[in-house]
């Protein structure tokens, strides 16, 4: 891939301190039925007090620079019809697995697996939040709140106050089998906010996949906390209508000795953002954050906005961020990531990578890596790239007979490579690729 260099705005930073559009904010809790009761009570109030103070984002704030906030803001989102069959098979319908269904963000207990499994405990927070005392109690809106310093977040904040439904994961021991959580679509306009929280005690394992449509709007927030030795493997491959509004936050605690792997494909979507914040906490801990995103602008807008804040305070850890972007006919991506190394996490070993495709000279990737550093015992490097396809290795293709329309296939397959091999299970992997081979070959014409 023939690289130039990255294309970076202005990042001077904002004064923020007073509250943003009070009237949004109030016009968008309005619109909303908030829960009350149950064992997230308290951290909902506590959430909602934290949201009044520090108001939604303008489009000035710091980290919301390229990306424009106000969709999220709004009351209701505008309609979306529901798109008729996908012309791609469902993702890992082949693998033994559990099952949760969700119909705009409510559980299906009907269209859903028993939610007995071996090594697991499975409620949904609907369900759960009618108990005064339960394990999640302790949790639920804690990791979100934690997280919040030293960038705000006010949508994750949202998110806890008015969540409705999602799952509450307790893993014991090693799951006997991937949990796998469908989304589908009934309501053309659904709002959809959900709320997962996972407790990994030490030594658990569990694979947690998650695919399928999520509303005309959506609003996620995953809470990870992973025990000593605890092992976590979330991959999600949402389906985004080509109208669709999206954020989703994941916070994460990683203690000593434990191992977490994200990886999110994403296609289409007028405007997605996705959110990490990783703190690793113990010694000789791991977190890998990765993406492939296939964006084309050819039916409407196209954005998407990767932003990555991970926080190493212990020794001998490692964090990798590996995000590739492919976009063509006007879309636009962008990646803010950032490593913070604070005082006495030595021998840190971390790594950031993000690189755009760009497959027409309309599209666009805006780029902001950082490193803070205050430890002097380190391995640590970002970098940014943004290319077109590479001649020389179009020209040996097409020399060999292959049609131009494969060969870009096969150099963007090979470009998302890093990506991919971020995911450790080598079936899951050739179902991605598979999903991103048909999704390549069926716009290589357009």
């Known amino acids: 891939m023939a690289e130039s260099a990255v294309q970076i705005k202005d990042v001077t930073p904002q004064v923020s301190g007073a509250p943003k559009a009070p009237d949004a904010l109030s016009a968008r ?43 999220f803001s709004a009351p209701v989102p505008q309609a979306i019809p529901i798109e008729g069959k996908s012309p791609d098979s ?65 949508f994750a904040t949202l998110n806890t106050a008015a969540a409705r439904d999602g799952v509450l994961i307790r893993v014991t021991g090693k799951a006997a089998k991937p949990v796998h959580i469908i989304h589908r679509r009934a309501d053309e306009a659904a709002d959809v906010m959900w709320h997962h929280v996972l407790r990994l005690e030490d030594g658990a394992e569990l694979t947690l996949l998650e695919t399928g449509m999520v509303g005309a709007r959506s609003n996620g927030v995953i809470e990870a906390d992973l025990a000593r030795g605890a092992r976590l493997h979330h991959i999600t491959a949402k389906r985004a209508g080509h109208q669709k509004l999206g954020i989703s936050h994941l916070f994460a605690r990683v203690a000593a000795e434990a191992q977490l792997k994200c990886f999110a494909l994403s296609v289409n979507g007028t405007l997605m ?52 972007k492919v976009l063509k006919n006007g879309a636009e991506g962008v990646f803010q990531g950032k490593i913070l190394v604070k005082q006495g996490a030595q021998k840190t070993d971390g790594y950031q990578i993000s690189q755009a495709l760009l497959l027409d000279e309309r599209s666009q990737f805006l780029a902001k890596p950082e490193l803070e550093i205050y430890a002097d015992d380190v391995k640590c490097s970002h970098g940014s790239t943004t290319g077109a396809i590479d001649e020389e290795a179009m020209f040996y293709l097409r020399s060999r007979g292959v049609p131009k329309e494969r060969a870009i296939v096969f150099l963007v397959l090979s470009f998302l490579a890093d990506a991919l091999e971020e995911i450790e299970d080598e079936v899951l992997r050739g179902q991605i690729n598979d999903r991103l081979e048909a999704w390549l070959t069926r716009r290589a014409n357009q």
């Open 273 to 324: 953002r996705h959110e990490s914040v990783i703190d690793i906490v113990g010694d000789d801990a791991s977190a890998h954050i990765a993406a492939a995103v296939l964006g084309d602008g050819k039916v409407g807008p196209f954005h998407h906005d990767d932003t990555v804040f991970i926080t190493h305070a212990a020794e001998r850890c490692e964090s990798r961020q590996v995000f590739k």
């Open 90 to 154: 469902p993702l890992f319908t082949d693998l033994d697995r559990l099952t949760l269904v969700f119909v705009d963000g409510a559980f299906d207990e009907g269209a859903s697996d028993d939610l007995t499994l071996a090594g697991i405990e499975i409620d949904t927070l609907a369900q759960a939040d009618a108990e005064t005392d339960h394990w999640a109690r302790g949790l639920y809106g804690t990791l979100e709140a934690s997280g919040q310093k030293p960038v705000r977040r006010p």
């Open 29 to 71: 809790l309005e619109a909303l039925d908030l829960p009350k009761g149950g064992f997230s009570a308290q951290a909902r109030a506590d959430a909602l007090a934290r949201l009044r103070e520090m108001g939604l984002p303008g489009p000035r704030d710091e980290y919301w620079r390229y990306t424009d906030p106000r969709p």
